[in-house]
């Protein structure tokens, strides 16, 4: 008896079952590397600073799907397939281009060569076109669209590959694509697509042109934002959702100005408004007395902003994540406690967040102490101290860690770090000791926990 061939096997594949495989590829995560902690990297309510992480194509990373068989090719071409399989769609650029490369086959079974390979990627371009004529043949079941890497991409080798004059997508097919899609989207990410945003500002104001979008992120920018275009965005009554965020290179480098110069007063008007993540702009100096008005706001991220100013922090009692990363700030200065040389401002006093504030993320700052206001925030999960390379720990945890009986993760990585040093000093040691301890403290809880340490 003669054995079924490959693709005889593939057409008995039930399509349901097909479906269910093709719509995991459409959520995949991002790819982990060896040294990575998957648990702290999807655990966290909060990003994590370390990782630059780029959103999957999803279904778009297997463009030979539908030259499988001639089954996964009329079943991907069914109104259900569309439906289950392009609510999300991931564009990206360099991918898209490095696809074209490989198309058709002739590179399937076996690599270029790298003369080869540069010769195909010098003769090919992207074309508009083919991306917006993708979208619009589904732009009914859309409700979900990233764009990624338009300027560039990073390639395998680690080098920089510039997109200049490989694609002739420009600010005006992004607003012929968003035109189309407003009336069902909900989510619009945009991920180095400096040269879509800059050419005219336009962005911010057809975003507010969709009604039912509800996430909005803008990220790695390296241009300026202009707080008048910005303020279109107070239409988007359901919007619940907003990152604008500069590229953290270009933050710390301050090579010239980039980003928001202000939190403009109309999105006093976002009701809906549970998360504001907002980094790396280096103007921004003001927290704006409406912010505590914002009904829904759980979640503030202010990160790497160098002008901000934090006197108005204790008033935001609605808060439930706080994320004050790379701000160069110390614990408040009391008695003979030692201040880092290179603190610029002090963290205000949190104790009015006390009761509903249930992560904190302090990583890359210049403490020496722990801020004594912890000891009030009496609903914490998460604490991060993460980067804080002066910060000792001179008495143990106990008092801390009894008046946060919910704390579950508690992240003091690269902490208190010594020059000089081929061994730990007896004040590394009592550091390092009280970590220790704090973690057989928590095991004593019913519940999971996590102390991370180097």
């Given at each position: ?47 994590n600073n370390d990782r630059d992480e780029q959103p999957h194509p999803g279904i778009r990373a297997y463009p030979f799907l539908g030259q499988v068989c001639r089954k996964w090719k009329n079943l991907l071409a069914t109104p ?325 009986p919910h704390v579950a993760v508690l992240d003091f990585r690269a902490v208190h770090k010594e020059k000089g040093f081929s061994y ?31």
């Open positions: 008896m003669s054995r079924p061939s490959v693709g005889s096997v593939l057409e008995l594949i039930p399509d349901e079952i097909l479906l269910q495989v093709f719509s995991h590829l459409v959520d995949i995560g991002p790819s982990l590397g060896d040294e990575d902690d998957p648990w702290y990297i999807r655990s966290l309510p909060f990003r259900i397939a569309q439906k289950q399989l392009w609510g999300r769609v991931v564009v990206d650029f360099g991918h898209e281009l490095v696809t074209s490369i490989h198309t058709p086959l002739a590179w399937s079974n076996e690599r270029p060569s790298a003369d080869e390979y540069m010769t195909a990627y010098a003769q090919t371009t992207l074309s508009a076109n083919k991306i917006i004529d993708f979208m619009l043949q589904r732009q009914m079941t859309i409700r979900s669209f990233t764009l990624c890497n338009s300027e560039g991409f990073w390639g395998e080798e680690g080098e920089y590959l510039s997109l200049n004059g490989k694609h002739n997508f420009r600010a005006s097919h992004l607003g012929l694509l968003m035109g189309s899609l407003k009336n069902q989207l909900e989510e619009l990410k945009l991920f180095n697509c400096n040269d879509l945003i800059s050419s005219d500002q336009g962005l911010w104001g057809i975003a507010a042109l969709c009604p039912n979008l509800r996430t909005l992120a803008v990220e790695n920018i390296n241009c300026r934002v202009s707080g008048q275009e910005l303020a279109e965005l107070s239409r988007l009554s359901q919007l619940e959702h907003l990152s604008i965020i500069v590229e953290e290179r270009t933050a710390s480098g301050q090579q010239w100005i980039v980003g928001m110069d202000l939190i403009p007063p109309a999105w006093a008007a976002l009701s809906s408004l549970t998360s504001l993540e907002l980094r790396g702009h280096q103007l921004l100096d003001v927290i704006p007395p409406w912010l505590k008005d914002l009904p829904s706001l759980r979640m503030l991220d202010l990160s790497n902003n160098p002008a901000i100013q934090l006197d108005g922090l204790p008033c935001l009692t609605q808060l439930e994540v706080l994320v004050l990363q790379r701000l160069d700030l110390s614990q408040p200065h009391a008695g003979e406690q030692v201040i880092s040389p290179h603190a610029k401002r002090f963290l205000p006093n949190l104790e009015p967040l006390g009761k509903r504030l249930r992560a904190l993320s302090l990583s890359h700052n210049h403490f020496t102490r722990l801020p004594d206001c912890l000891i009030k925030l009496t609903a914490i999960e998460t604490l991060d101290f993460s980067g804080n390379k002066d910060l000792q720990l001179e008495t143990p945890l106990t008092a801390i860690l009894s008046s946060m730990w000093s007896d004040a590394k040691c009592t550091t390092m000791k009280h970590l220790a301890a704090a973690s057989k403290l928590l095991k004593r809880r019913k519940y999971p926990h996590r102390v991370i340490v180097d």
